[in-house]
């Protein structure tokens, strides 16, 4: 066994580090003079990663206040809303005796507007959006990304996007309302609902902002790390989380396209009248004009983003968990390679299960059998990340800080998801299950709450870097078990729900006797999820008075981690380093080898030291 | 401590926004295949108005070939510092990029003509959007040489490594819309 290995980091980066002349260019700094090119207009790679977090936890709030109306609604059907009026306005109806009411149509605005603000706004944009931008370049030894315009870009054009649905709740007709699919009729004929003229033209011209900024970050993100790896970071030595963050952005570069080409033809048919996805319709009694066209084509474009859409939401928070597990159990990461190869495998299969999502549409069952098999092929490298997680829990030195806490959090959440998935791939069990609350339940926890599970270890984790100061681990505590109790009360019972047939998307219950019984369950769900809300501005609390009031970082590598992006000086400047850049010998999990607590990557190896894989 | 490793060279084989470049076209393919894919789902489907692909649009396949060969030919004499060459190949990609979209266009009001409307059967409508949407990338291209142009006649001839690469990037863009095109129009004649 190789003696105790000791060195000394400044001393290491400057004599064996890469020097690119970067600080001999004073173009480095130049754009970061003023407020508004530093905070505003920045191009710097961490600044744009805070946008991207702080937009996207202004949406996740609007969404999740979103839920907790229409669970009200849901909850305490009979209660009166009318305190709701100053917020809501005209959509709260109140009758003579003074009980206000949730306007249907606005129930379903409700409904398609968290939908669409938490998949795309909160758990693409805020968190691989957030998280790619941070981590690339420090983490693999690079200035800033291939493209720091395109990267400014990016975060803008998702500005935009979000601007044009924020102004799109304002309409008198109401936001798009029918569903977060935007499934045609519905969203094809601007007659067929309140929310399917302008607020659904909103919506199409809110989401085509969005795939641009999906693009431009995606093809920097993926020409970043294949071309700006710092000396000696092969691809076989990058962590997780860059491995996880390449693999999203190849998957956002292919699907999201497709997206565009459903909605550009969506659009033909509102607005050019062609029949793409029409046929023979009849509103209010009168016969349209169109002929010939296939709703189930536009379900087809639509899943075949759809589908990778929610392994671009949950690829990334598996990278984090799996680097925020190995740094804080003090074990290299178990099963590396192995690893990396089910990031890819759920990579390429995500694209070949799409029509899942449709087996209760009409299309052939013999079609269906190929999904099937596919879908439920995922849960075997699915399983192999979950056992590898466990392995490298097991046995560790764990610290159970509020980041560890939350990536524990993110594997118990991804079995309890994952586990119901394998009833919902079937295609027979399906015919039950379809559109009932156990498919709610099902993937708000496989990519709901484990996404934001992976997203707060992130944030937990990484906010040091971002701030120099860090976040209360009290109050993160308090986060964490109130959230992770609080997330199960609420979508455990809604498993018993789907399995007793309730579908998902009704307005109430009422009408029928059938599900009557289930009242106090849903009270039960509604009161549970105020909790998790509360709990949730709590945690937004605790993220902007550590900004400016956290306990004060002063060492550069507080968790004794291996990776580079812990070598940047505490409150980096643009460039990230300020010499030379480390240059890397060994791969990212040299935890307890040897005797040493752990061997950064810019440590070159001892003299009868082994190279780990 | 002492080093004896051995690391691997730090290399970039393509530069970086080349790559991006690339990266770019493998979306817009994406957005094309799956219009592609969802033609012939469609297709399959029954109800299909049949008609012949007009000549028109072979010609203008004509026209947008030429434009590679004159823009290759221009990037060609760039870099063997013809200056003179350099520059009328530029001026014919272009003319002959305008010239493309206009045939294009002469090609719908055939269609026209012959009572295939974007609204009619949905086998018409898929001409008009994959044609449509290509001619805008087209028209992304044209932007792209205007640029080149600009620069071609404001700036003192001089061969540089970021011209080059303005230049093969204008170039390599091009020629993907230009074989773009030729996918698609093989693809219409052999699925009609």
Do not use: C
């Not at chain 1, 009833?423 to 027979?428: E, K, Q, T």
């Not at chain 1, 100061?469 to 109790?485: A, D, K, Q, S, V």
């Amino acid at each position: 066994m190789a003696s105790v290995t000791t060195y000394d980091e400044d001393l290491l980066i400057k004599e064996q580090g890469y020097d690119d002349h970067f600080h001999e260019h004073h173009h480095g700094d130049k754009y970061q003079s003023g407020f508004i090119t530093h905070y505003i207009f920045s191009m710097d790679h961490k600044i744009i990663a805070k946008q991207f977090l702080i937009t996207g936890m202004f949406w996740a709030l609007i969404g999740a206040a979103m839920s907790i109306i229409f669970r009200l609604q849901l909850g305490f059907p009979e209660e009166s809303m009318t305190w709701l009026k100053p917020i809501l306005g005209k959509w709260i109806v109140v009758n003579d005796a003074g009980i206000g009411t949730l306007a249907p149509e606005f129930y379903y605005a409700l409904v398609t507007m968290h939908g669409t603000i938490i998949v795309f706004f909160v758990l693409t944009a805020g968190l691989s959006g957030t998280f790619s931008n941070l981590l690339i370049p420090l983490q693999i030894g690079a200035r800033d990304m291939a493209s720091p315009m395109l990267n400014m870009f990016s975060y803008w054009f998702f500005f935009l996007a979000g601007l044009v649905m924020f102004l799109s709740l304002f309409l008198s007709t109401g936001p798009f309302s029918g569903g977060w699919t935007a499934y045609p009729p519905l969203s094809a004929l601007p007659q067929a609902s309140s929310g399917s003229g302008a607020g659904m033209t909103m919506w199409i011209v809110s989401m085509v902002f969005f795939v641009v900024s999906v693009l431009l970050g995606g093809i920097n993100y993926i020409t970043t790390v294949l071309n700006l790896r710092t000396k000696g970071m092969t691809m076989w030595r990058m962590p997780l989380t860059i491995w996880a963050f390449f693999v999203t952005a190849i998957l956002g570069l292919l699907s999201f396209p497709v997206l565009v080409s459903g909605l550009l033809l969506l659009t033909l048919d509102r607005s050019l009248g062609t029949s793409f996805y029409l046929s023979e319709i009849f509103v209010n009694g009168q016969a349209l004009d169109f002929v010939g066209g296939s709703p189930i084509l536009y379900q087809h474009l639509f899943w075949f983003l759809g589908h990778p859409e929610v392994y671009i939401i949950i690829l990334p928070a598996m990278g984090l968990v799996s680097e925020v597990l190995s740094v804080h159990a003090r074990k290299p990461i178990f099963g590396y390679k192995a690893m990396v190869y089910s990031i890819l495998a759920i990579g390429f299969l995500s694209f070949i299960v799409w029509a899942h999502h449709m087996f209760m549409s009409g299309v052939n069952p013999f079609i269906s059998n190929f999904f099937v098999i596919f879908t439920l092929i995922i849960a075997v490298p699915s399983a192999v990340k979950v056992f590898n997680w466990i392995t490298t829990l097991y046995g560790g030195n764990i610290r159970f800080t509020s980041a560890m806490l939350f990536a524990i959090g993110f594997v118990s959440m991804f079995i309890s998801g994952g586990l119901t998935g394998i009833f919902l791939g079937n295609s027979a069990i399906d015919i039950q299950m379809h559109d009932t609350y156990f498919v709610v339940a099902h993937f708000h926890i496989v990519m709901g709450i484990a996404a934001f599970f992976g997203m707060f270890a992130g944030i937990y984790n990484w906010f040091p870097k971002m701030y120099g100061r860090f976040m209360n681990e009290t109050l993160g505590r308090i986060h964490f078990w109130g959230t992770m109790i609080g997330a199960y009360a609420i979508f455990w019972p809604m498993h018993y729900l789907g399995m007793a047939g309730v579908p998902r998307r009704y307005y109430k219950f009422d009408s029928f006797d059938t599900f009557s019984h289930f009242a106090d369950m849903n009270k039960f769900i509604t009161i549970a999820a105020i909790i998790v809300f509360a709990l949730q501005v709590l945690f937004v609390i605790n993220f902007f008075y550590s900004i400016w009031y956290g306990k004060k970082m002063t060492t550069k590598n507080p968790w004794g981690a291996t990776t580079l992006e812990w070598t940047t000086p505490i409150n980096a400047g643009h460039g990230n380093w300020e010499g030379n850049i480390p240059t890397v010998h060994r791969w990212a999990y040299d935890y307890g080898k040897d005797g040493n607590e752990f061997i950064p990557q810019y440590v070159p190896l001892g003299e009868n030291e082994e190279e780990s894989h | 401590m002492n080093v004896a490793v051995t690391e691997p060279k730090y290399r970039n084989k393509i530069h970086p926004k080349k790559f991006a470049l690339w990266a770019g076209i493998a979306s817009i393919l994406m957005m094309f295949t799956a219009l592609m894919s969802a033609y012939v789902v469609r297709q399959a489907q029954g109800n299909w108005l049949e008609f012949r692909i007009p000549d028109i649009f072979l010609y203008s396949t004509g026209v947008i070939l030429l434009s590679s060969l004159t823009l290759h030919l221009s990037y060609r004499a760039f870099m063997n510092g013809k200056a003179r060459a350099y520059r009328t190949n530029l001026i014919l990609t272009f003319v002959l990029g305008i010239a493309f979209v206009v045939t294009q266009y002469q090609g719908w009001l055939h269609l026209q003509s012959i009572g295939i409307e974007l609204t009619g059967n949905p086998s018409g409508s898929f001409l008009y959007v994959l044609s449509g949407l290509h001619a805008a990338h087209v028209l992304g291209g044209i932007g792209a040489l205007t640029v080149a142009l600009v620069h071609a006649f404001k700036l003192t001839y001089k061969v540089t490594a970021i011209r080059k690469l303005r230049l093969e990037l204008t170039m390599l863009y091009w020629h993907f819309v230009d074989i773009l095109w030729i996918y698609l129009i093989v693809f219409l004649i052999l699925q009609q």
